[in-house]
């Protein structure tokens, strides 16, 4: 593993990592780390640092969606300039291009289903080269981002062993 | 009414951790660094195909040296990660993990009186396992300055008429310390010379951080006199289920499994299917697991030396061996009172043989957050003395 790999696989499963600490561990000086992690931002392979929140355990009201859509592509852009105007709204998490029965697959977060519901027949059904679209809520998440949602489970090991 | 207990098995002490483990028990808050197995859980395929193999009701015995099919595996594994190659029929058990290899190769091999050079620090096995088997430990004191190898010389002048078995436990635990081709080069010479023996525990062998482990077994004229002994606990995170191995001449497995088939019958059936997968498609769960560990034992050495203890470089298992010589206490001292005023556990070295007096056992089985936390409070315990 060169040092971007290992720089990205750390800090992929936790942002928060003191830089002088992530050097130490992996072998090198923290200006060295500090310089590669600036330019893979500049270059945007580190394209942002998100928290993981279990919003189920607040009081605030949240509903995601997974909505499958399928559209016509375009002429000389394919799916590029729907994709486009659908990753512009705001509500949608995120939009993946997808092999298979559709095209494709937005995430949408809202704070109710029918502002989930509204968004998909006024917003998303109406633009031009939409054809379809299917509407998964999600009921519950069990492990997000490689993350189990559930509490983690305390270390079970004797607290001495040889 | 008559005494029931041998006096030999009487005199051998219990080990010296009990005290530690009684005091923190009873303790709230104590952050432990004194495990001697990994915090990973068993990688999910592993335990997946034995949650299948209790599904597809696998539950007899096995063979009493084991499944071929793990067997077959662990062959082409020891060939591709340590190029050395046993006849999984005729030279390879399966055990109930390491510590039963070292039982069954000591007793397999040792006549009365017949001495055993066990370097130290080391596993606390050894030891009374020689001594149930009739066996004479002889101790070899190894040295920090020698970053705790074992050299030539210190070999030679250990050997009488009577030595038979040199115990190899490389990489070592409580030290972290590895022998290298040429250290390892150096004392086959000897071993060659004086017809001796090896029982190569090599049960950290993926954990090693400079090269790729050596093992022994692989070196010239070593293959015929060596019991290489392997096992699953701490590569896959297995300890758990159990589950180790050892290889060796047919002439001496033979006997190693005979007496294996009338103590033990078979290893378990469920771990062995578990490690079919695991020998077969783990590499990359191994690869995963030494990196995170590598990380985190350079913070550790970075964050003792820090502190102003010397701290050679281990270069093997999950340990960090430092000197606490200079502040003028015994290492069982250091520790209770670290773990009174600081609610820290550590080893004390000293529970590794006598030679451990003025180093503490410090595991790096923990995530990065609980070690910090730990030697925070290490750090500010330090800093009082």
Known sequence: MDLREKILTYIEKNSRVDLKDLAVMLGVQEAVVANEMAAMEQEHIICGYHTLVDWEKTSIEKVNALIEVRVTPQRGRGFDSVAERVYNYPEVNAVYLISGGYDLLVTLEGKTLREVAQFVSDKLSTLDSVLSTKTNFILKKYKDHGTVIAKPQDDERMLVSL | ?385
């Open chain 2, 1 to 385: 009414m008559r005494n029931p207990l041998s006096e030999r098995i009487v005199d051998i002490p219990f080990s010296g951790i009990r005290k530690f483990f009684d005091i923190a028990a009873e303790m709230k808050d104590v952050i432990s660094l004194g495990v001697g197995e990994p915090d990973f859980d068993t990688p999910w395929h592993i335990r997946d195909e034995g949650i299948y193999s209790l599904e597809k009701g696998r539950t007899a015995y096995t063979s009493n040296a084991g499944l071929k099919e793990l067997k077959m595996e662990i062959a082409k594994y020891l060939e591709r990660r340590f190029q050395v190659s046993y006849d999984y029929d005729r030279e390879m058990m399966i055990t109930v993990g390491g510590s039963e290899a070292i039982d069954m190769a000591l007793r397999a091999m040792l006549d009365p009186g017949d001495e055993v050079l066990i370097p130290q620090p080391s596993y606390v096995s050894y030891m009374p396992c020689t001594v149930l088997a009739n066996g004479r430990p002889v101790i070899i004191n190894l040295k920090e300055e020698n970053d705790f190898r074992l050299t030539a010389q210190e070999l030679e002048e250990a050997i009488t008429p009577k030595t038979k078995i040199l115990v190899l436990p490389f990489p070592n635990n409580p030290t972290g310390a590895i022998m290298e081709r040429k250290d390892l080069e150096a004392v086959a010479k000897v071993v060659i010379e004086h017809d001796l023996y090896v029982i190569s525990d090599e049960i950290y062998a993926e954990l090693t951080y400079l090269d790729n482990h050596v093992t022994i077994a692989s070196l010239p004229g070593m293959r015929e006199r060596t019991v290489l002994i392997n096992g699953f606990s701490k590569a896959y995170s297995m300890t758990g289920w159990r589950l180790g191995y050892a290889c060796a001449p047919a002439e001496i497995l033979e006997q190693m499994l005979k007496i294996h088939q009338y103590a033990i019958m078979c290893a378990p059936t469920t771990s062995q299917y578990a490690a079919v997968e695991a020998v077969r498609n783990g590499d990359a769960d191994v690869k995963e697991m030494r990196e995170e560990y590598n990380g985190r034992r350079r913070y550790l050495v970075k964050r003792l030396r820090d502190m102003g203890l010397s701290c050679f470089e281990p270069y093997g298992a999950f340990y960090a061996f430092p000197c606490i010589k200079k502040f003028n206490m015994s290492s069982d001292e250091f520790a209770t009172r670290m773990l009174q005023e600081e609610k820290v556990v550590v080893v004390p070295g000293t529970a590794f043989g006598d030679c451990g007096e003025g180093f503490l056992r410090i595991s790096y089985a923990y995530s990065l957050h609980k070690l910090k936390e730990a030697l925070d409070r290490m750090e500010g315990f330090v800093e009082k003395l």
